[in-house]
């Protein structure tokens, strides 16, 4: 609101390209963060940038967008922006979920592969579990689906978990920077 009132005499275009700007910098600011992180508090100010940038974009986006569209067709035009929109933000989202499972997997395959605790074997059944269904799972999580193994075994999983998970988000944050930029 505030962005749409302050406005005044810039172009709706500049106002824009300041949102994509401030969206790009608060998502790029993250990418250090997410492995560092000790709490969700971390994430504030580079998450209010980003949250201002998107604010700042949106207010001037629907007018930008909506302003050379008569009258008498701007209810079909608005529907067909926000329909857009929606399905923009359902395909980006989908984008990034993906992207980031799928670096999940390979990151986890990769270190797995690389541990000099885990067997052979051991590596092996990761490797085709994560092939059948990689999913983000908590520490907390994975203790419990390991309570059978060694202790050793246990902890190399859970370091590889630990280590893979905030690269993969690393991964996937790219894409909301990428839209940012190329706006």
Do not use: C, Y
């Amino acid at each position: 609101m505030l962005a749409a009132r302050k406005g005044g005499e810039r172009r709706p275009s500049s106002i824009i390209r300041l949102g994509f700007g401030l969206l790009a910098a608060g998502m790029i600011a993250l990418i250090p963060i997410v492995p560092r992180a000790e709490s969700g508090w971390s994430f504030t100010i580079p998450l209010v940038v980003a949250g201002s940038g998107f604010g700042v974009l949106v207010s001037q986006l629907n007018n930008h967008t909506l302003a050379p569209i008569s009258e008498d067709r701007i209810s079909e035009a608005a529907g067909v922006n926000s329909a857009a929109g929606s399905f923009g933000l359902s395909f980006g989202l989908a984008f990034a979920g993906a992207i980031m499972l799928a670096s999940l997997s390979l990151l986890f395959t990769s270190m797995t592969e690389n541990s000099t605790v885990l067997p052979p074997a051991d590596q092996q059944q990761v490797a085709e579990v994560l092939e059948d269904d990689a999913e983000l799972m908590s520490n907390t999580q994975l203790e419990l689906l390991l309570a059978q193994e060694p202790a050793a075994i246990q902890d190399e999983v859970i370091r590889i978990n630990t280590g893979a998970r905030p690269r993969a988000l690393q991964f996937a944050l790219l894409v909301p920077i990428l839209a940012a930029l190329i706006g």
